[in-house]
């Protein structure tokens, strides 16, 4: 395995300090309401001709104070914090759903031991669960965005910021999700009655009762693993348990589904009732598609390049398209990890750029592998939705200039860049840095470990005014990307981010 090293020219080492930044802290991210401050900074009187090896700090003089954020506290935390989009599309799925209990109900309240009862609370729960699975394949996925990517920049602009949204989709896939297991419980708690109560042996099938309440168990495990706090405390048993529970449950479904039917088939051949059943065709068209990733295993060879103790690049040749990020692991039924692709200027293929986040990740850096397993069709993210925009603010921290640049690099959008990483020259080496000084040659480079960290809220503001761009792009970490989007869309300023769903 060939390993890629770069030692740096003289030349890199003095940044910020050829302009004077002067840059003040962070505002605390504790408080969602406290970053109302201004931040300064200062050219350096002394002129100088810098070259583009030496210039890559850009300096935005910020002295006015934010402005105040529109409406009240309240309403600002509903609008933008609780009453996200994701949750609108959770709310309206759900909603959808509980009206069709409603309907059931009506329809049945006059035989609710009956059989037919049962078979609608099966087949709803299965269509749900064919949605949750065909939301998230990656082929649905790239065909959304870029449905909605393809949208002119003459539309209106209301319409454009509406449409930027899609990456929220999750919403869909989460209330989904979570109507498959109360439509089951449904069932469970029907079923459960009716083999107390009735006297017919279709009702009183021992084994359908205890697949009933084993399917059920497995699903209020996913669902409870996958709130969001678990999700991220605990990632690895939220990763084991979506992967091995969501298999399973899916084979104990098709057993339950069998020895339903089957008690209920009368004279006809198992066969012949089970397809007339519209829960077998949302269940295999469920199975197709748990199965069509990995038909698309493989190994990706890769050359590694690394930059520092802290970032490494993995460079390969498989060809992949524009705007796209991999699945990649070391050990296909375990852990996955998502990097967004850097594509190469001439050529065929690509590269992943990967920080230290984790205990994954520092095992690659430490200890990089000669090839991976991907799966799955490259997927595409968040920032490609810049496209719909004329003039664009991208506001990155760390290995996040990873996923920009595999978008920046080859949209017609303008888009001016803010980069706020310890060394980065140092630490993500000078191909990476020129790269962001060909898409911003004015870029706004930040060496936090130098300077301290910036008010990315305050710089992103500034910039998105002085630009008069269209709308701001952030790519940071969960909290930090929380924190300006919120800062700006209390302003009236249309942000957009990862919002981690999953």
């Known amino acids: 395995m060939e390993l890629i090293t770069k030692s740096l020219p003289a030349s890199a080492l003095p940044l910020s300090q050829s302009h004077g930044i002067k840059i003040s802290p962070l505002p605390s991210l504790d408080e969602a309401d406290s970053d109302n401050r201004p931040i300064s900074t200062t050219p350096d009187p002394v002129n100088e001709k810098h070259n583009s090896r030496t210039a ?105 910021r509406i449409i930027c949204k899609i990456y929220e989709y999750g919403g869909v896939y989460s209330g989904v999700a979570v109507c498959s297991v109360i439509w089951f419980a449904l069932f469970t708690g029907f079923f459960t009655r009716n083999f107390s109560l009735s006297e017919s042996a279709t009702m009183r099938d021992p084994a359908i009762l205890t697949f009933t309440y084993i399917l059920l168990l497995i699903l209020l495990s996913l669902v409870i693993t996958a709130y969001p706090r678990f999700r991220f405390s605990s990632h690895n048993m939220f990763e084991n348990m979506y992967r091995w529970g969501g298999w399973f449950s899916l084979a104990l479904f098709w057993v339950e589904l069998v020895l339903f039917t089957n008690v209920q088939k009368g004279v006809q051949s198992l066969g012949i009732v089970l397809v007339k059943f519209p829960a077998f065709w949302f269940l295999l068209v469920s199975s197709i598609h748990a199965i069509i990733p990995w038909l698309r295993l493989h190994k990706l060879h890769v050359v590694p390049e690394k930059f520092s103790d802290h970032a490494i690049r993995l460079h390969f040749k498989e060809k992949v398209p524009l705007f796209v990020g991999l699945r990649i692991s070391a050990s296909p039924l375990k852990e996955w990890h998502s990097f967004a692709c850097i594509p190469v200027r001439e050529g065929t293929g690509g590269s992943v750029l990967i920080s230290n986040a984790g205990d ?28 719909l925009f004329k003039k664009v603010i991208v506001v990155t921290t760390g290995s996040g200039i990873g996923p920009c640049l595999g978008v920046i ?47 990315l809220l305050g710089l992103a503001w500034k910039l998105y005014n002085l630009e008069k761009a269209e709308a701001v792009f952030v790519i940071s970490n969960p909290k930090l990307t929380r924190k300006v989007i919120y800062g700006l869309e209390s302003r009236g300023v249309p942000a957009f981010g990862p919002i981690w769903d999953s």
Request: proline residues 7%; charged residues 20%; glycine residues 4%.
């Open 360 to 387: 994954w990740t520092k095992q690659t850096i430490q200890s990089p592998r000669a090839y991976y397993w991907i799966k799955g069709i490259p997927v595409t993210g968040v920032l490609p939705m810049a496209r």
């Open 409 to 455: 690099q080859d949209i017609q959008t303008k888009c001016r860049v803010i980069w706020s990483t310890p060394s980065p020259m140092a630490t993500y080496g000078w191909e990476i840095c020129e790269a962001v000084k060909r898409v911003d040659q004015n870029a706004v480079i930040i060496d936090t470990r130098r300077d301290g960290r910036p008010d």
């Open 56 to 160: 890559l700090f850009c300096p935005v003089e910020i002295e006015a104070p934010l402005p105040k954020k529109s409406h009240g506290r309240i309403f600002r935390h509903v609008r933008h914090t609780f009453f996200t989009v994701y949750r609108r599309l959770f709310t309206a799925v759900f909603i959808l759903n509980m009206v069709g209990v409603i309907v059931l109900f009506i329809r049945y309240h006059k035989s609710t031991n009956s059989p037919a009862l049962l078979a609608d609370f099966a087949n709803i729960a299965a269509a749900n669960i064919m949605v949750a699975l065909l939301i998230r394949q990656d082929y649905i996925v790239n065909a959304l965005f870029k449905i909605c990517w393809s949208m002119p920049v003459s539309a209106p602009f209301r319409i454009r």
